[in-house]
T-cell receptor, first 115, second 111 residues
Framework: EPEVTQTPSHQVTQMGQEVILRCVPI?????FYWYRQILGQKVEFLVSFYNNEISEKSEIFDDQFSVERPDGSNFTLKIRSTKLEDSAMYFCASSVGSGEVTEAFFGQGTRLTVV | RKEVEQDPGPFNVPEGATVAFNCTYS??????FFWYRQDCRKEPKLLMSVYSSGNEDGRFTAQLNRASQYISLLIRDSKLSDSATYLCVVNAWGQGEKLIFGQGTELSVKP
């Protein structure tokens, strides 16, 4: 069964450092997403990406964040200068389409710990 | 008012019990509705989409009431393996491509 894969599964970084989280969405999916979940809290939307551009972003997704699809398979989330409060589980997701067909499938997540 | 609000948990039930989860959403433009389940420290996994006519998948039944902006999930004959957090999820089609998650309701099924 096709699945969304994320690497690394766990990343520890020092405050102020840049991190790149990587994702390989399901191959025939067109919409890609990043969500995050701070421990004990709900899953929060960060950004959606379609046709090589951001289609929507939340207020969390400030100038420190960027996304990129550098080739035909990878989808990355970069945090330029990490803060302690960026510590969370980051989930990548993808879906075939939008509108009525928005069943999104999630990767296993990258646990980011900023120290 | 929260965008998606769920019953506070946890729900502790014996095996074989029937349990119901409720969810309300605030955006009347919402078009797509889902229940996901999330095991501890794992990714959300799609349990089922929720259709206006209501839908059933084995022991799971989902209902949608658009007038009341209310979604429900019923689990019959609960199993130990049903223990997880159940997430009510809403997408506002036409207002951006994003899913709005509820806080989740934790279910613990005991032998």
């Amino acid at each position: 069964e096709p699945e969304v894969t994320q690497t690394p599964s766990h990343q520890v970084t020092q405050m102020g450092q840049e991190v790149i989280l990587r994702c390989v969405p399901i191959s025939n999916h067109l919409y890609f997403y990043w969500y995050r979940q701070i421990l004990g809290q709900k899953v929060e939307f960060l950004v959606s990406f379609y046709n090589n551009e951001i289609s929507e972003k939340s207020e969390i997704f400030d100038d420190q964040f960027s996304v990129e699809r550098p080739d035909g398979s990878n989808f990355t989330l970069k945090i330029r200068s990490t803060k302690l409060e960026d510590s969370a589980m980051y989930f990548c997701a993808s879906s075939v389409g939008s509108g009525e067909v928005t069943e999104a499938f999630f990767g296993q997540g990258t646990r980011l710990t900023v120290v | 008012r929260k965008e998606v609000e769920q019953d506070p948990g946890p729900f502790n039930v014996p095996e074989g019990a029937t349990v119901a989860f409720n969810c309300t959403y605030s955006n009347s433009a919402s078009q797509s509705f889902f229940w996901y389940r999330q095991d501890c420290r794992k990714e959300p996994k799609l349990l089922m989409s929720v259709y206006s006519s209501g839908n059933e998948d084995g022991r799971f039944t989902a209902q949608l009431n658009r007038a009341s902006q209310y979604i429900s999930l019923l689990i019959r004959d609960s199993k130990l393996s049903d223990s997880a957090t159940y997430l009510c999820v809403v997408n506002a089609w036409g207002q951006g491509e994003k899913l709005i998650f509820g806080q989740g309701t934790e279910l613990s099924v005991k032998p």
